[in-house]
């Protein structure tokens, strides 16, 4: 440092690298620090594109997934409304033959029973193609989860086994549809 005569310390003005006699490193550090700048720009740029690219691939995938959850739900609620299409399509001969047999003037008891149990046929070929099943257990061991027991009687039977059937019950699938209405055996009660 210098002292100024008449004032305060002034520094020297430093010379920059080049002028000081600066060599070639410290020049190749400087450009070096440069290109590092223009990488990482670069390398910015690069990372804002891949950025862009993925957002525009997830928004799209996005939009996909919406769009099947709608054609989803827009089948299952299509599947509900018209779920029992297939059936009533097989319910339509049994009701035609109800009206002709109604229609009909003067029709012999024969003749409208051979109706009857030609129409009831035909009921049950629809029940089969529906998967409903008939529930008679007359003989079979109570199981509440097919039966509703409607009375106990003391019967020759084992206990729990059913005597008498007021009621078929139905099952579509396995899954009950109606219970059949059942008169259950309490067993014979031992005197001494």
């Not at 509440?144 to 008498?164: C, E, G, K, L, W």
């Amino acid at each position: 440092m210098k002292r100024n005569q008449n004032g305060p310390e002034v520094e020297a003005p430093v010379a920059a690298p080049e002028e000081a006699g600066a060599g070639p490193e410290v020049m190749a550090g400087t450009e070096e620090a440069a290109g590092e700048a223009d990488d990482i720009a670069g390398q910015l740029v690069k990372v804002e594109a891949e950025l862009a690219a993925l957002k525009d691939a997830w928004l799209r995938a996005k939009a996909e997934t919406e769009n099947v959850r709608k054609q989803a739900e827009a089948g299952i609620a299509k599947a509900h409304k018209y779920a029992v299409e297939r059936f009533a399509e097989d319910l339509l001969p049994v009701k035609d033959a109800l009206e002709q047999t109604l229609a009909g003037g003067d029709v012999s008891l024969e003749t409208l029973r051979s109706g009857a149990e030609l129409t009831l046929k035909a009921l049950q070929a629809s029940f089969d193609r529906a998967q409903v099943s008939e529930v008679n257990p007359v003989g079979e061991k109570y199981d509440p989860h097919r039966h509703q027991a409607m009375q106990m009687i003391d019967a020759d039977q084992p206990p729990n086994t059913v005597v008498n059937v007021f009621q078929k019950g139905y099952l579509i699938n396995d899954r009950v549809l109606r219970p059949a209405l059942v008169t259950v055996a309490k067993g014979k009660s031992e005197t001494a």
